[in-house]
């Protein structure tokens, strides 16, 4: 039992560091989102030209979403036409060069690592079109495409299908701050906690499991600590394998790659964790179901090497800038809730989240929350605000 509470304690303490920052980082995505139709997304993907990726990793960031509905998205704008590179440069910008995730990073493990995201995420992006380039046959992407165009359904399919964005034409600002702007926040907002509350509870609690019952001198053996070329060289590689099996997607893998870089993971090892998210078992699986056997492997094969090659290149470009953070330093939260500034932070968003919950309930959200699973095949869901806002 006492073991238990710890863990336990760890993960209320992780929680409450990051809860003003979740909720700084939605909104920041929530009213991005506001304003971005996606129905505008497929005529903008028509090829996988730099200057196409380029965009698709612009929306994807704009599109922010949990690494299933991400998934998702990426299937249903490839069955609309999209380019199939282009469509995993998007899914890739969505799930990992997103707000949320750097303020998290930030927070948790230092602005360096905030850094390495928006900097190993266009390279990831890159390397992933080139693979594409020299080994994405013609017969493999027309398997890929019979397969998706069979509809199978994966997880998050309605989420993914709705456009929650504004619909009355206008500057920016304009758009933003009417109403039916504040109501289209409010359904982004909450949404997009519903798709990813499972997953960052998952995170915390096996991150809090970890660090109070696995202990440093593990980690450090495995991840060859003591021996600093092996660990950056190490790191990469097993940074994804890791990621492979912990079931963990989204931004609920971040609490453990505190852990692990605690642990003595390499800083390109954490990046290449943090990036396979889309990597984990159960998106493989989705994979399968939405492209074939054949094309998850390869998706598997490609991401895998990409993510590898980003994690590299993030370790010797920040160590020879020399600002990697020192392991030394790497902290897991465990002092609970006292009266500072992560408190007054907390109280001052978590209001603000209590009148986006309001405004979301008060608008149809709940109805909304139904349609997540939804239907790959079926109608494009829409929130009330589609047509009115009160």
């Known amino acids: ?22 909720i700084l980082g939605f909104t920041l995505s929530a009213i991005v989102q506001a304003v971005v139709r996606k129905s505008t997304i497929v005529r903008l993907l028509g090829d996988d030209r730099p200057r196409t990726l380029a965009r698709a990793a ?30 995993m440069a998007f899914e890739i910008a969505s799930t990992n060069l997103v707000v949320e995730l750097g303020v998290i990073l930030a927070l948790l493990m230092g602005w360096q690592f ?30 890929a495409r019979v397969q998706a165009e069979r509809g199978l359904a994966g997880a998050m399919e309605g989420h993914a299908a709705m456009d929650m964005s504004v619909r009355r034409p206008g500057p920016f600002a304009q758009r933003l701050l009417s109403r039916e702007g504040f109501t289209s926040t409010s359904h982004v907002f909450v949404m997009e906690w519903a798709a990813i509350l499972k997953d960052l509870v998952i995170g915390l609690l096996i991150a809090g499991a970890v660090a109070a019952w696995v202990p440093d001198g593990f980690w450090r053996g495995f991840f060859f600590a003591g021996h600093p070329l092996a660990a950056k060289l190490w790191g990469p590689l097993i940074g994804p394998l890791v990621a492979v099996v912990s079931f963990v997607c989204s931004i609920g893998n971040v609490p453990l790659a505190v852990v692990l870089w ?40 490609t991401f895998y090497v990409s993510m ?6 993030v370790e ?15 902290r ?32 149809g959200g709940i109805a909304m929350l139904r349609m997540m699973g939804g239907s790959p095949a079926g109608p494009e ?9 009160r």
């Open 332 to 363: 897991i939260p465990a002092e609970g809730v006292s009266w500072n500034y992560t408190t007054w932070l907390n109280i001052v968003f978590l209001v603000l989240a209590g009148v986006l919950l309001v405004r979301f309930a008060r608008t």
């Open 316 to 330: 010797f470009l920040f160590d020879g800038l020399g600002i990697v953070p020192e392991q030394a330093r790497a």
């Open 114 to 143: 905030t850094a390495a995201e928006f900097i190993g995420g266009p390279v990831m992006i890159v390397m992933l079109a080139v693979l594409f380039r020299l080994l994405l046959r013609d017969p493999l992407l027309r398997g």
């Open 381 to 389: 869901p829409r929130g009330e605000h589609g047509h009115s806002a």
């Open 58 to 87: 612009g929306l994807g960031m704009a599109s922010s979403s949990c690494s299933y509905a991400a998934v998702a998205l990426a299937r249903s704008l490839f069955r609309k036409g999209a380019n199939f590179t282009a469509a």
């Open 308 to 313: 590898v090659v980003a994690g590299y290149c």
């Open 1 to 22: 039992m006492p073991a238990i509470l710890h863990a336990l304690s760890i993960t209320g303490s992780m929680t409450w560091e990051i809860t003003w920052a979740l």
């Open 262 to 301: 605690k642990g003595g993971i390499s800083f390109g090892g954490v990046v290449a964790f943090i990036f396979a998210d889309l990597l984990i078992i159960p998106i493989l699986n989705i994979y399968r179901k939405y492209y074939g056997a054949k094309t998850a492997l390869f998706l598997l094969a």
